[in-house]
T-cell receptor, first 115, second 112 residues
Framework: AQKVTQAQTEISVVEKEDVTLDCVYETRDTTYYLFWYKQPPSGELVFLIRRNSFDEQNEISGRYSWNFQKSTSSFNFTITASQVVDSAVYFCALREGSGNTPLVFGKGTRLSVIA | DTGVSQDPRHKITKRGQNVTFRCDPISEHNRLYWYRQTLGQGPEFLTYFQNEAQLEKSRLLSDRFSAERPKGSFSTLEIQRTEQGDSAMYLC??????????FGPGTRLLVL
């Protein structure tokens, strides 16, 4: 069965600090996709990244970076030089197979960035 | 605005009443998903459509819940005889094939 675990329930950092959000997943499929979404206080889930199981290259987008390690079944998300606008709940999600299955989400990590 | 839209954004109802929510996906997206999110939890899958066909339903979707996507465009989610446990945020998402799902702003339901 597929499962996503985000062990950090809440994290608080001071502005400009770096912060890493952890995500560990479980799946029996060899083909799967991993996602990160941001949910700000307004409530709308914002897509951040999709990564397939055959691409273990790390990705950087501005202050955001993602570290995918199949050996540890982890897909961690790092925000460099955090800003107050980064305050939100961040969800990691997994989709098994070639794309006909729904997303399974973790419980989310609430990030508070303090000025 | 070309994103996913949902209506209404908020709904307060009394226990036992029926409610209906609407979702308009991104226009070229053929897949439409419904999720439910309760406080402190991640979204949980309810059902999804490919065009007008409902392809999968979660065990969470009791007999009181029904969803339609009659012309393969917008979708409706109806809850009959609402219960207090139905209070949640109902999220709609759409995608083009198996690509990333883009979410709407959600409908927050409160059952009194």
């Amino acid at each position: 069965a597929q499962k996503v675990t985000q062990a950090q329930t809440e994290i608080s950092v001071v502005e400009k600090e770096d912060v890493t959000l952890d995500c560990v997943y479980e799946t029996r499929d060899t083909t799967y996709y991993l996602f990160w979404y941001k949910q700000p206080p307004s409530g709308e889930l914002v897509f951040l990244i999709r990564r397939n199981s055959f691409d273990e290259q790390n990705e950087i987008s501005g202050r955001y970076s993602w570290n995918f390690q199949k050996s540890t079944s982890s897909f961690n998300f790092t925000i460099t030089a955090s800003q107050v606008v980064d305050s939100a709940v961040y969800f990691c999600a997994l989709r098994e197979g070639s794309g006909n299955t729904p997303l399974v989400f973790g419980k989310g990590t609430r990030l508070s960035v303090i000025a | 605005d070309t994103g996913v839209s949902q209506d209404p954004r908020h709904k307060i109802t009394k226990r036992g009443q029926n409610v209906t929510f609407r979702c308009d996906p991104i226009s070229e997206h053929n897949r439409l998903y419904w999720y439910r999110q309760t406080l402190g939890q991640g979204p949980e899958f309810l059902t999804y459509f490919q065009n007008e066909a409902q392809l999968e339903k979660s065990r969470l979707l009791s007999d009181r819940f029904s969803a339609e996507r009659p012309k393969g465009s917008f979708s409706t989610l109806e809850i009959q005889r609402t219960e207090q446990g139905d209070s949640a945020m109902y999220l709609c998402a759409s995608s083009l094939g198996g690509t990333a799902q883009y979410f709407g702003p959600g409908t927050r339901l409160l059952v009194l």
